[in-house]
């Protein structure tokens, strides 16, 4: 499925509910950072057993399907947003620097 199949869908799914009214921007960004958190859970004492991976991918979803809303809301393509800034980063982390360091950009 493209990534435009999966953003039909899910304001297909939005407006069937009328849910729109519920997502601005700020809510969105709220919910991302919500279901974030519950994602981490899984990871906070322990790598999460494999009867958990479900779970895991469930929270995923949930994180995903939050930032495509977003996305969709001010207007922006998820894929052209994530090139642009993986074009920063790249710019900012040169391979010859950052090989195998954690260092942030500005300490290489």
Known sequence: ????????????????????????????????????????EHFQWSAPANDERDEVLDELADVLTYCFLLADRLGADPIEIIRNKLATTRAKYPVEKARGRSAKYDEL
């Open 1 to 40: 499925m493209s990534i435009e199949a999966v953003q039909r869908e899910l304001r297909e799914f939005v407006a069937e509910r009328d849910w729109a009214q519920f997502h601005s921007p700020e809510n969105l960004a709220k919910s991302i950072s919500i279901e974030a958190a519950e994602l981490l």
